[in-house]
């Protein structure tokens, strides 16, 4: 498994518009980071307070199934609404 903080160089050009959507709606307030797990089939992305150390994720593939697709403004708001919220679990999306 590797984690790391995101950066543009390090991402698939199918994934890169995602990072890119997390990167602006949390700059500055999160760090954005990428998961890479099962030999390279399964692919997250994390925005993670670094405050909190909670996380909310997102499978972005795994196996043969992508998600290419942005973040819609609802799970953007979840996001938002999951970090502030002070519970400590991570959020899985």
């Not at 890169?16 to 307030?29: H, T, V, Y």
């Not at 909670?54 to 795994?62: C, D, E, M, P, Q």
């Not at 043969?64 to 502030?84: Q, V």
Request: glycine residues 6%.
């Amino acid at each position: 498994m590797l984690e790391a903080i995101y950066k543009s160089g390090e991402v698939a050009p199918d994934f890169q518009p995602i990072f890119a959507q997390l990167s602006k709606e949390f700059n500055g307030k999160c760090e954005i980071w990428r998961r890479v797990e099962d030999f390279g089939r399964c692919l997250s992305a994390a925005v993670l307070n670094p405050t909190t150390q909670v996380a909310a994720i997102i499978v972005l593939k795994k196996g043969p199934i992508k998600r290419i697709t942005l973040l819609s403004p609802s799970e953007i708001l979840k996001i938002r609404e999951y970090l502030a919220s002070g519970l400590h679990e991570d959020l899985c999306l």
